[in-house]
């Protein structure tokens, strides 16, 4: 009885290893990719972007691609260049608008909170063609009476709508480009 015993226990020993190797190559196996690789995929690098500046607003201009540029080089390690002719995908904005909605007064009557709205028009032009969306994203931001506090609170605000839009815009070419 004692060797039924250990032969019992040798062999639980064994099985795990076994079923952990064995799921581990199932779910190697099934296909799975992050979603970055899929967006590396559809955005080939090097990278120009190309951001048509506001006359009204070119501060949020620069914003803008200061944020585009980053979630490029961070979420997809794409290498993006500032000579156009060195670059693959051309991402291009040509247009854009950022609003203000107020949403809370004070008991004087000043606005503590308001909220960020970014419209921003893509247009993706890699080897495979080119691709156009208008996509929007908005953030909510509370603003104290110094004035200081208030354009940081401002532009933070607005550097979180325009990740939004343009996570929302990566999801769309990664889901375009998904399955060709």
């Known amino acids: 009885m004692k060797n039924f015993g250990y032969f019992s226990r040798g062999r639980r020993n064994f099985l795990s290893p076994l079923l952990l190797t064995v799921l581990l190559l199932s779910f190697a196996g099934c296909g799975y990719k992050p979603v970055a690789q899929y967006g590396r ?17 070119p501060q949020n201009g620069v914003f803008l691609k200061e944020e585009i540029m980053r979630i490029l080089r961070t979420h997809f390690q794409e290498r993006v260049v500032s000579d156009k002719s060195a670059a693959v995908s051309r991402l291009i904005v040509p247009g854009y608008k950022i609003d203000y909605s107020p949403l809370a007064y004070d008991t004087h009557g000043y606005v503590i909170r308001y909220r960020v709205t970014v419209d921003i028009d893509f247009i993706l032009r890699t080897p495979k063609g080119e691709l156009r969306k208008h996509i929007g994203g908005t953030e909510d931001v509370n603003i104290q009476p110094g004035s200081l506090t208030s354009a940081t609170a401002r532009e933070y605000a607005i550097r979180t709508a325009i990740r939004k839009a343009m996570d929302n815009f990566i999801a769309y070419v990664t889901q375009k480009g998904y399955g060709k």
């Open 41 to 57: 995929e559809q955005i080939p690098d090097p990278v120009y972007v190309d951001v048509r500046l506001s006359g009204m607003e």
